[in-house]
């Protein structure tokens, strides 16, 4: 099924769903079965009538409507009444999102009922005028979120509380003095909630670890993990687990792989990097074509089924990536070294092999497991000076060993080659509509304290862009492979949905203001003009700025049985099969590439779609706490430049103040509207813009303005600064 019809087959999902509710809900005291809503839902195709039958038995299973009778359903007698996800927002009021409902249910502070943000709440909807949106009350809580907290310790003589640090989190929790372990007034701990009985104020709760005194950069690196629920060590039976684990090559299981040791074989990974993961392998074909090899850890040779390896690494489902360090999904004898593909060492691997041609068209393609044996490690920045100088020796300056030398012409003519069988793929997919998202990455030199002496700018270059070339490739002729196959077989997809329209004209509302503007007659003027916008502020001012607001006008990618395609990479089938040491739907990838390999039929649908959510949720947490290790080492580096001006571009605007971020290092900060004294300025929603009341100075959206550090909080991550001006 196409991109296209599988859409409009939601919408009309989407559609139905709805209309279901409008007939139940207008005679409450009927029941009706499928023919009769079909009839006043004007549906007389076969097509929509499953889908009806479908939805029907979804909703009851929901308890969103009951089956009155075998066959016939009516509205729950409270219409008013639904379930939903709450999300808190900052200043303590919140909004309920409910299937099937258009708008979000709004719920203020008093209404909340002790719902914390992202419990699943049932909640009851006021009647609404027509101009009015929905607002309501929570009645009850149904599934809590989380319920441990990161906080400071407030003891007191006979009590204590806990103050959480979370700014969603709008209650202190009471610890008894019996409950607080070995925490000291002060320290940052982690509390899980007991009870909240409904006389008491606040709910109680007991300390069960605590993390340090606030400041600490490892006691706030903790924190960050814990806030999202994310572990930063094994437990011990999974540590020994793995630590028994036989890694050890062996002939009967080489046997029934696919040999590949006497094959040109190598990595290129960040300079940094222990675990790799991936691994090109390249030969000219005696037809003039190339064979070239992708191939990746086999981690599912190691981590099987129904073990405690396999439980830890799914509930982590992702490693973390934080400033200062990893966090692995799987314990380091397998990351760092049983399934990392380090040089002159045999590997189990799990591969995708291409016959390609001169024009970069793949001509015949293999998948299966294989052995092979890496003959160099490079960086990036050593694949770089390849590609760059044409050369086979390794400059002094961007060496990893420290000192020039030399590899040979066959690993510098295979480099040469597939970069440039990567550039014409790269085209090729540009113009099939892909948009280009080279985001600058903030990254920070540390020092043996792990303290940050400078900030730098990675960008992808022809190095970077090649490996990604061919780990699209892969993933991408996986996901082909069995997602063409007849009968239909479940399987693991990484979709990217269209963007909303409405976020693209609120992000050409902004571009505007720089100059640039989007194409919005059709999809593919959409990614050309997105395309032309990204490569346009390069180098600008505004880039970043842009760079992010464009990347947040799309939707989210995520992981799901249910294949829509992937705009962004604009594929009709795409997957992740590259990299399971650090991601568990690669793994799962693995193991249903080789179950249907092996002729298996097709695997449970709903088990494989509850791993993918779990999967999707798990990366968000994860990029969420990487996001935060990089504010509070961006906070902890200003912390040293509090006397130094700085040149920054206004990133945001919003009642309370104006974001800034500065320029020579994409440090981000708030100038809080009561602190610019020379007037008194109000907040322009559609200029994007502060505006004085007597001098009628104008502080807009993309403006470059001089600041200085006012305030560092590490403990809260938040960077104030003082408005000095506008740049001249």
């Known amino acids: ?43 007389d195709d076969t097509e929509g009538r499953n889908l009806l039958i479908e939805r029907l038995g979804q909703l009851k299973a929901k308890d969103r409507i009951r089956e009155f009778e075998k066959g016939k359903y009516k509205s729950l007698e409270n219409k008013l009444l639904h379930q939903g996800k709450i999300e808190v927002t900052a200043r303590g009021n919140a909004y309920v999102m409910v299937e099937g409902l258009e708008d979000d249910i709004f719920v203020s502070y008093n209404k909340l009922n002790r719902a914390f943000d992202g419990d699943i709440v049932e909640v009851l909807v006021k009647p609404r005028s027509k101009s009015k949106k929905f607002e309501g009350e929570v009645v009850s809580i ?33 610890v008894p003095l019996g409950s607080i372990g070995k925490a000291k007034d002060g320290e940052k ?22 993390l340090g005194l606030p400041g600490e950069h490892d006691t706030e690196i903790h924190a960050i993990l814990a806030e999202y629920g994310l572990p930063y060590e094994f437990p011990v039976e999974v540590q020994r687990y793995a630590d028994k684990l036989d890694t050890s090559i062996k002939e009967r299981e080489v046997s029934k792989r696919r040999d590949m040791r006497q ?54 489902a992702t ?28 590997k189990y691997t799990f591969s995708a092999i291409f016959e390609i041609d001169e024009k970069a068209q793949v001509k015949n393609e293999w998948f299966g497991r294989t052995v092979i044996h890496s003959d160099e490690r490079f960086a990036y920045e050593e694949a770089q000076y390849i590609i760059e100088k044409q050369t086979n020796r390794i400059g002094q300056e961007v060496s ?59 960008e992808a270059k022809e190095a970077n862009k090649l490996i990604e070339e061919f780990m699209l490739l892969a993933n991408r002729k996986v996901a082909s492979f069995i997602g063409k196959q007849r009968p239909k077989k479940t399987f ?92 568990y739907p690669d793994v799962m990838v693995h193991r249903l590439l080789q179950h249907y390999l092996d002729g298996g039929k097709s695997s449970n649908a709903e088990m494989i779609e ?42 945001g605007v919003t009642e309370w103040g104006i974001y800034v971020e500065i320029i020579e290092n994409k440090c981000e900060g708030m100038v809080r509207i009561r602190d610019i004294k020379d007037d008194y300025y109000t907040f322009d929603e559609k200029q994007y813009a502060l505006v004085g009341e007597r001098r009628r100075k104008v502080y807009q959206l993309g403006d470059e303005v001089r600041v200085m550090v006012k305030d560092t909080d590490l403990v809260k991550r938040h960077l104030d600064f003082s408005l000095l001006g506008k740049a001249k």
């Not at 005679?27 to 079965?33: A, G, L, Q």
């Not at 934080?322 to 399934?339: G, H, K, T």
């Open 610 to 651: 509850e791993k993918c959510k779990h999967s999707s949720d798990m990366e968000y947490l994860a990029s969420s706490a990487e996001r935060d290790s990089i504010k509070y080492m961006q906070i902890k580096f200003m912390q040293d430049h509090k006397d130094q001006e700085f040149v920054g571009v206004i990133s």
């Open 400 to 458: 990893i060993r420290g000192k020039a030398y030399g590899v040979s012409d066959a690993i510098r003519d295979a480099v040469l080659k597939l970069n440039s069988l990567a550039v014409i793929m790269r085209e090729r997919r540009m113009k099939s509509g892909a948009i280009s998202f080279d985001k600058l990455e903030v990254k920070f030199n540390l020092n043996e304290k792990n303290e940050p002496v400078s900030v730098y700018f990675k």
């Open 1 to 43: 099924m196409s991109k296209k019809k599988k859409r409009a087959k939601q919408h009309r999902k989407n559609e139905i769903t709805r209309g279901i509710f409008e007939v139940l809900e207008k005679e409450p005291n009927k029941s009706f079965n499928y023919k009769q809503i079909a009839s006043k839902l004007q549906i």
């Open 263 to 316: 094959v040109l074989t190598f990595t290129i990974d960040p300079k940094d990097a222990k675990d790799f993961d991936d691994a090109l392998s390249f030969q000219k074909l005696p037809n003039g074509n190339y064979e070239v090899g992708i191939h990746i850890a086999d981690v599912s040779y190691y981590v099987t089924p129904d073990t405690i390896l396999d439980e830890e690494a799914y509930e982590r």
């Open 189 to 210: 701990v982690i509390v899980e909630i007991l009870s909240w009985e409904k006389e008491e104020e606040s709910p109680t709760g007991k300390v069960v670890e605590v």
């Open 492 to 583: 693991v997809y990484r979709v990217h949905d269209e963007p909303d329209q409405e976020k693209l004209m609120a992000l050409n509302g902004i571009i505007s203001r720089f100059g640039h503007k989007l194409n919005f007659h059709n999809k593919k003027t959409i990614s050309d003009s997105l395309n032309k916008l990204l490569e346009d502020v390069k180098g600008q001012k505004e880039q970043n700025l842009v760079d992010t607001l464009a990347i947040r006008s799309m939707s989210k990618a995520i992981y799901t049985t249910d294949n829509i395609g992937h705009y962004g990479l604009a594929f009709d089938y795409y997957t992740h099969f590259t990299s399971p040491i650090r991601r």
């Open 319 to 346: 490693s973390v990536y934080l400033v200062d360090r990893v966090v692995p999904m799987l314990p380091e004898i397998l990351s760092n070294n049983a399934c990392s593909l380090r040089p002159n060492e045999d």
């Open 142 to 174: 149904l599934e809590r979120k989380k319920n441990t907290f990161v906080g400071i310790l407030d003891l007191h003589k006979s009590f204590a509380f806990v103050r959480p640090t979370d700014h969603k989190m709008y209650t202190d929790i009471f």
